[in-house]
């Protein structure tokens, strides 16, 4: 899309939305037509989000169906197994049959529309027939991800009240097999549902449970390939999602058929604009929102092709993404910036040993990425060659809100840059005031779009109060934000992490992009911690690159460097350095555990539970810097 294209659009929305979106919603197929776009209220006394609320459509006629006729052999999915090459493509009319047997088989186990279905699953296939599967028959779906603990599928099953299971005998991850029916096992014991259905993966040895535990490639062969879709009304809900918890106890965010499909469709055309001619890869698990978005629903929905890799960026070596993106013939990489930061402490060559001129775009998403990683995703990966978005959005959101538009928007390296037509952002203070021009506040959404959560699932009022009402007619999304000369927006990193010394607010993404610039540091986490004078001083946690050692000397060197690049103000009080940080599952630093550390208070962690590796936080109670 270029400038005029992108600069008609926004015109075309801020002069009248209702039009504009009913003029979007054509990108999808309907049973009924909506004849109204949005109903949304933010305010208290008729609060809402309701979008083309008389509009009924199916999720996989959209992503399916309608494609049959002009692309039915065109590939859907490229399955790419841990082990480089154990994969296999499938065509859309493959895909197709597969759902449609999928959806008959959660029927004849006792499934309906409305049902909740949890789906806890490798980066199969079949984790996308599970999911469209539920989708064709008005079922809503739960995906808990494949890494999660017993007890944490336990807690979401409980939550959401799953009838069903879906999950495998085992996994595969990095050459390690993960017992996915076993923990799936324990937690039904803690929240038990009526039937499971379990996909074989390894064939490994597995419990079997008679009468309540179903074999797929079983229950495959005795339903039939063809399933009438369900007519659902635009509000229906499709899923249930947990936040990947980086603040505290996850929230179970709710989705609904019309406006999340419309949003994730437009969004992923607007900035990817794949073509016949691209092969398009998106890292994420589908067990969080990017996996839902853009690996399974927005691409199919526009007749694209989707990678799922059942892999990790480590396995068999650092240049897994690089090698395979070549063999598949990737055109367009979206991946996170925890990623890119672990590969690129190991060196260029893993990089450059592979021939990547055919890919022509580079996305990130789901924390701020520093310009030293930015600028290295560009040159190192892209060869300076393709553009690179910095998508930001949430579970919460649905899609993409600010991005670059590719063709329309320069870039800035470690800049979201601008909202999507119809986003509509607001910078405020503490005190709910506007700040207008350049200014660093917190990030508000003063208007609906389609792809907004509805509810926080089983509890009305936690999504109000949690979202609504600190500043009241606004969508907080409870990041800071910072907003330059040209109106581009820096993420600076979730308010409750904002650090403030002499009374200085300071975002934690300033200062840990400082830190990463130096040439030794492979990645930083700050937090505030008690300071008699400041009030609040700077505790940085920094892991160095592969084989550096750790030095009283290097310590210093960081401070002045931070000094230099940032100011005084934000020179770290305390560095701790970690051979590991603690992160969410999905991959985020969680600075809520980093800060009860600083504060000296090692016992107050509290729920550690979503960690990948639980392990790591031991290591730095013992590494404290007193
Ligand atoms: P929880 O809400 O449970 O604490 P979470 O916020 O990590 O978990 P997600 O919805 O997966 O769960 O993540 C959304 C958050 O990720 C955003 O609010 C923001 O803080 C961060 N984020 C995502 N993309 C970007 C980006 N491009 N730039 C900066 N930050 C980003
Ligand atoms: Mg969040």
């Known amino acids: 899309m270029n400038a005029q294209e992108l600069a008609a659009r926004h015109e075309a929305v801020n002069e009248d939305a209702e039009s504009y979106w009913l003029e979007e919603a054509k990108r999808l197929d309907w049973y009924s037509f909506p004849t109204t776009a949005n109903r949304s209220s933010f305010d208290e006394g008729d609060f809402g989000i309701r979008w083309f609320e008389d509009g009924e459509l199916n999720v996989t006629v959209n992503c399916l169906d309608r494609h049959l006729a002009t692309r039915g052999d065109r590939t859907a999915i490229i399955f790419e197994g841990d082990e480089p090459g154990e994969g296999y493509s499938l065509t859309y009319a493959q895909v197709h049959e597969e759902v449609c047997r999928f959806a008959n088989a959660l029927k004849a186990c006792g499934v309906g529309k409305g049902d909740r279905v949890a789906i806890y699953m490798p980066m199969i296939p079949e984790a996308a027939f599970a999911m469209l599967g539920c989708a064709r028959i008005g079922a809503i779906h739960s995906v808990v991800f494949g890494g999660f603990s017993p007890d944490s599928l336990a807690d979401r099953i409980e939550d959401c009240g799953a009838k069903l299971l879906v999950t495998a005998d085992e996994g595969v ?30 064939g490994g040895e597995v419990n079997f449970v008679e009468g309540r535990d179903r074999w797929w490639h079983d229950l495959r062969e005795e339903v039939s390939a063809t399933c009438e879709p369900e007519k659902m009304n635009a509000e229906d809900p499709l899923f249930i999602l947990y936040t990947s918890g980086s603040t505290g106890k996850p929230k179970g965010v709710m989705h609904t058929t019309g406006g999340y499909l419309l949003w994730v469709t437009a969004t992923f055309d607007i900035v990817f604009g794949a073509t016949d001619e691209d092969v398009f890869w998106c890292t994420a698990d589908v067990g969080w929102v990017t ?49 890119l930061r672990a590969l690129m402490r190991e060196g260029d060559e893993w990089v450059k040993q592979h021939d990547r001129s055919q890919i022509r775009l580079l996305g990130t998403v789901g924390e701020p990425i520093n310009p030293e990683a930015w600028n290295w995703y560009h040159e190192v990966v892209g060869d300076g060659r393709c553009e690179i978005v910095d998508t930001w959005w949430q579970t919460e959101t649905g899609g993409m809100l600010i991005t670059p538009v590719p063709g329309a928007v320069k870039t800035k390296p470690g800049s979201a840059t601008l909202p999507l037509p119809g986003v509509y952002t607001k910078l405020v203070d503490n005190d709910g005031k506007e700040l207008t021009g350049p200014a660093e506040g917190n990030l508000c959404l003063t208007q609906s779009w389609p792809g907004q959560m ?89 892991t160095l690159n592969a084989g550096e050692p750790e030095s009283e000397e290097l310590r210093q060197e960081l401070r002045q460097f931070v000094r230099k690049e940032i100011g005084a103000i934000a020179s770290p009080d305390a560095i701790q350095f970690a051979p590991a940080l603690p992160k969410t599952r999905s991959g985020k630093i969680m600075r809520r555990i980093l800060r009860k550390i600083a504060e000296g208070e090692p016992d107050k962690v509290g729920d550690v539970s979503t960690l990948a590796e639980p392990a790591v936080v031991d290591a730095l109670i013992k590494g404290a810097q007193a």
């Open 173 to 202: 991850r990095g050459g390690k097999r993960i017992p996915l029916k076993d923990n799936a096992d324990k937690a039904l014991e803690k929240s038990p549902v009526e039937a499971v259905i379990m996909v074989r993966r390894t």
């Open 454 to 542: 509805r509810g926080v699932w089983g509890d009305d009022e936690r999504f109000f109060q949690t979202y609504f009402t600190t500043y009241p007619g606004m969508y907080f999304t409870g990041d800071g934000c910072r907003r330059d000369d040209d109106g581009y927006h820096w993420i600076t990193g979730r308010v409750d992490d904002v650090i403030n010394v002499s009374g200085h607010r300071m975002g934690t993404a300033e200062v840990e992009s400082a830190l990463v610039a130096h040439p030794k540091v492979a990645e930083a986490a700050v937090v505030g911690m008690p300071h008699d004078v400041k009030g609040q001083g700077i505790y940085a946690y920094v």
């Open 291 to 339: 996996g839902h978005s853009y690996v399974v629903y927005a691409p199919l929905a526009n007749g694209a092709t989707t990678v799922m890799f059942d892999g990790v960026p480590n396995y068999p070596d650092f240049g897994r993404f690089w090698e395979t993106s070549n063999r598949l013939g990737v055109t367009i990489f979206y991946t996170a910036p925890t990623a």
